[in-house]
């Protein structure tokens, strides 16, 4: 009898793992580094609040998550070349509203035009009064489309960056009078270069209509994105999400 429940053993337990099926495979997390939204700390871990909230979201769904951080362009490229993918945190837009399937809104988007504080001789209240001056703006952002489509152009009024820290960098080097920043975006890159929010000066308001979402392929299990969404809707009416938010944008 012994040898008869030993030999039955290993078809009992393949059995099992038969009635459990196949591991769910991770989700892939893509985004770029904006922060305090989304960006790679010195470790080069994944951090933010976009990505903190993310986590949280796939533990209360149970969804297994990896997590990618690049430029924007190549982040676009990724989302749309894996199959199992969440590009975040992207700007829902009219033009972008038949790409993907939307879990948030993660949180407000609110991008301001600034310019250097001690450049008290710059004074523009629209764009049409730019002149020769140049904005910095991430390229092939939505903040880049959405000034294009006003007629500005790139390599002209529009100086085009890899991203907020590049552009910041070249702002404060005069390489270009205005930036287009997220306020809080503004106010965090300015801190990690030890310089008081007041270094920069609003001088108009670009957007402040729309929010983030995580935008996943029109292929992804319409299973797995209810899931995210009720995750996210769970952690809003618990408290969790506001904890969050206040570590965040204070």
């Given amino acids: 009898m012994r040898r008869r429940s030993c030999l039955a053993l290993p078809a009992l337990l393949g059995t099992c793992l038969a009635l459990a099926g196949p591991a769910e495979l991770p989700l892939q997390g893509i985004t770029e580094n904006l922060p305090p939204l989304n960006y790679l700390d010195e470790q080069q871990v994944a951090?933010?609040?976009?990505?903190?909230?993310?986590?949280?979201?796939?533990?209360?769904?149970?969804?297994?998550?990896?997590?990618?951080?690049?430029?924007?362009?190549?982040?676009?490229?990724?989302?749309?070349?894996?199959?199992?993918?969440?590009?975040?945190?992207?700007?829902?837009?009219?033009?972008?509203?038949?790409?993907?399937?939307?879990?948030?809104?993660?949180?407000?988007?609110?991008?301001?035009?600034y310019r250097l504080a001690s450049r008290t001789d710059l004074a523009m209240t629209q764009f049409s009064e730019l002149g020769n001056a140049r904005i910095g703006v991430v390229r092939d952002s939505a903040a880049d489309r959405q000034l294009q489509a006003t007629g500005l152009k790139p390599g002209l009024q529009l100086e085009q960056g890899l991203d907020d820290p590049t552009n910041l960098r070249k702002l404060l080097a005069g390489r270009m009078e205005y930036i287009a920043l997220l306020d809080w975006a503004a106010a965090w890159n300015l801190r990690q270069l030890n310089l008081p929010y007041a270094t920069l000066q609003p001088v108009m308001e670009q957007d402040s209509a729309r929010s983030y979402f995580y935008g996943l392929r029109l292929d992804t299990d319409a299973t797995l994105v209810r899931r995210l969404q009720a995750a996210l809707d769970a952690l809003k009416r618990d408290g969790r999400y506001e904890r969050l938010r206040q570590r965040y944008f204070r």
């Avoid at 969440?86 to 009219?94: A, C, I, K, N």
């Avoid at 972008?96 to 399937?101: C, G, K, N």
């Fill in 47 to 113: 951090q933010g609040f976009s990505v903190e909230l993310l986590r949280l979201m796939a533990a209360q769904a149970g969804v297994p998550l990896e997590l990618q951080v690049m430029p924007w362009q190549r982040a676009v490229q990724a989302a749309e070349a894996q199959g199992r993918s969440v590009l975040f945190s992207l700007t829902r837009t009219p033009e972008r509203e038949a790409l993907y399937q939307w879990v948030g809104p993660i949180a407000p988007r609110r991008i301001l035009i």
